[in-house]
């Protein structure tokens, strides 16, 4: 087991039994949905909404990057996302996730939609089923450093993909310039168990470790977790700013407990991203500011003139044309933009 880091993690390692796991088993197969505010997905579009409005410049930073493909592949789709969001923008559209449930949620949301040109399979970005250079145009979100081998769901991608093909990835980027563990906590219920997920950031290097205890679903735990569910909405998920939700309950229900699990990914920067890119074999690799950057930016100054939604949409689409070509520094977590060589 790695160094330990913080008091709950000693106190969980010391005190439980632990089974290795990864994202999809532990996180994302017990998620009912992920997110609450994705537009048309799980909610009406309202680009009022500075999330909202980050989001849909972020799907115009996808469409503008991957222009003239004809097929492009969605890897780690999740609920459908980008993949749905994108279906308007391209002839062809596959959509691919590890997790059965997501892909459950993201054949659903692809129905109620009424899509026709988008496919949406069960099927690990470690070894797709598809005959080398099956598309022109790739996209990847906060997929890559999820799985347990970044380096092989890159190789896929880039196996799959058309000599000549592009990929646009997004990340969740690790911070390596302080030092530091950031530390939350989320809950998860499902038919068999209540789930208490603690999460643990380090920053340098950046990795991530995530454990899952799980609980029996008794009207007792059920109580508890509801009222952690309070807790957590009202105190946020910091356990180390709120010990209620971190040690106090976890030795409050210790007796409970069925068992944790855990597991670790790796996180990245811009600059290991785009030197793990090239060590893959792609060419053109580059920093290229998102335009939720931008969005995220330009959003407040806009906010009180009374747009309309069609004034909003187009300003998302100009943020994403501004962006597309503007490289950020290698440092920043910004997202890539790389090439498959002809």
Same mark, same amino acid.
């Given at each position: 087991?790695?160094?330990?880091?913080?008091?709950?993690?000693?106190?969980?390692?010391?005190?439980?039994?632990?089974?290795?796991?990864?994202?999809?088993?532990? %996180?994302?197969?017990?998620?009912?949905?992920? $997110?609450?505010?994705?537009?048309?997905?799980?909610?009406?579009?309202?680009?009022?909404?500075?999330?909202?409005?980050?989001?849909?410049?972020?799907?115009?930073?996808?469409?503008?990057? +991957?222009? $003239?493909?004809?097929?492009?592949?969605?890897?780690?789709?999740?609920?459908?996302?980008?993949? +749905?969001?994108?279906?308007?923008?391209?002839?062809?559209?596959?959509?691919?996730?590890?997790?059965?449930?997501?892909?459950? %949620?993201?054949?659903?949301?692809?129905?109620?939609?009424?899509?026709?040109?988008?496919?949406?399979? *069960?099927?690990?970005?470690?070894?797709?089923?598809?005959?080398? #250079?099956?598309?022109?145009?790739?996209?990847?979100?906060? =997929?890559?450093?999820?799985? %347990?081998?970044?380096?092989?769901?890159?190789?896929?991608?880039?196996?799959?993909?058309?000599?000549?093909?592009?990929?646009?990835?997004?990340?969740?980027?690790?911070?390596?310039?302080?030092?530091?563990?950031?530390?939350?906590?989320?809950?998860?219920? %499902?038919?068999?168990?209540?789930?208490?997920?603690?999460?643990?950031?380090? #920053?340098?290097?950046?990795?991530?470790?995530?454990?899952? =205890?799980?609980?029996?679903?008794?009207?007792?735990?059920?109580?508890?977790?509801?009222?952690?569910?309070?807790?957590?909405?009202?105190? $946020? #998920?910091?356990?180390?700013?709120?010990?209620?939700?971190?040690?106090?309950?976890?030795?409050?229900?210790?007796?409970?407990?069925?068992?944790?699990?855990?597991?670790?990914?790796?996180?990245?920067?811009?600059?290991?991203?785009?030197?793990?890119?090239?060590?893959? $074999?792609?060419?053109?690799?580059?920093?290229?500011?998102?335009?939720?950057?931008?969005?995220?930016?330009?959003?407040?100054?806009?906010?009180?003139?009374?747009?309309?939604?069609? *004034?909003?949409?187009?300003?998302?689409?100009?943020?994403?044309?501004?962006?597309?070509?503007?490289?950020?520094?290698?440092?920043?977590?910004?997202?890539?933009?790389? =090439?498959?060589?002809?």
């Amino acid at each position: 087991m790695p160094k330990t880091y913080t008091a709950i993690e000693s106190w969980i390692v010391t005190n439980l039994q632990l089974t290795p796991s990864n994202s999809i088993e532990q %996180t994302y197969e017990r998620l009912e949905r992920q $997110g609450d505010n994705l537009p048309l997905l799980n909610a009406p579009q309202d680009l009022t909404n500075p999330a909202h409005f980050i989001e849909e410049a972020v799907i115009w930073d996808f469409a503008l990057h +991957l222009a $003239g493909c004809e097929k492009v592949l969605d890897v780690g789709c999740g609920d459908g996302w980008p993949s +749905l969001r994108l279906a308007n923008h391209f002839p062809i559209l596959v959509a691919v996730d590890a997790s059965a449930r997501r892909v459950a %949620t993201a054949q659903a949301n692809a129905r109620r939609l009424g899509l026709k040109n988008v496919s949406i399979k *069960q099927m690990s970005a470690l070894e797709m089923d598809f005959p080398d #250079s099956s598309f022109d145009g790739v996209v990847a979100a906060s =997929v890559i450093e999820q799985t %347990t081998n970044p380096y092989q769901a890159l190789r896929e991608i880039f196996r799959v993909l058309k000599p000549g093909g592009k990929l646009r990835l997004f990340f969740e980027p690790g911070d390596n310039s302080t030092k530091g563990v950031s530390e939350r906590v989320f809950i998860s219920e %499902t038919e068999d168990s209540p789930g208490y997920h603690y999460v643990l950031k380090h #920053s340098r290097p950046p990795w991530e470790r995530n454990y899952l =205890v799980k609980f029996p679903p008794t009207p007792e735990v059920k109580d508890a977790f509801r009222r952690l569910h309070s807790l957590i909405e009202r105190l $946020g #998920s910091n356990p180390r700013q709120a010990p209620e939700i971190g040690l106090n309950f976890l030795t409050e229900n210790q007796t409970q407990i069925l068992g944790v699990s855990w597991y670790e990914i790796e996180l990245f920067t811009s600059e290991t991203m785009k030197e793990t890119l090239e060590e893959v $074999g792609f060419e053109e690799v580059d920093v290229i500011y998102s335009a939720g950057t931008f969005a995220r930016r330009f959003f407040p100054l806009i906010q009180e003139q009374g747009l309309s939604s069609i *004034q909003l949409a187009a300003c998302c689409r100009a943020l994403a044309e501004i962006s597309k070509d503007i490289s950020a520094p290698h440092i920043s977590g910004e997202p890539i933009v790389a =090439v498959r060589p002809k």
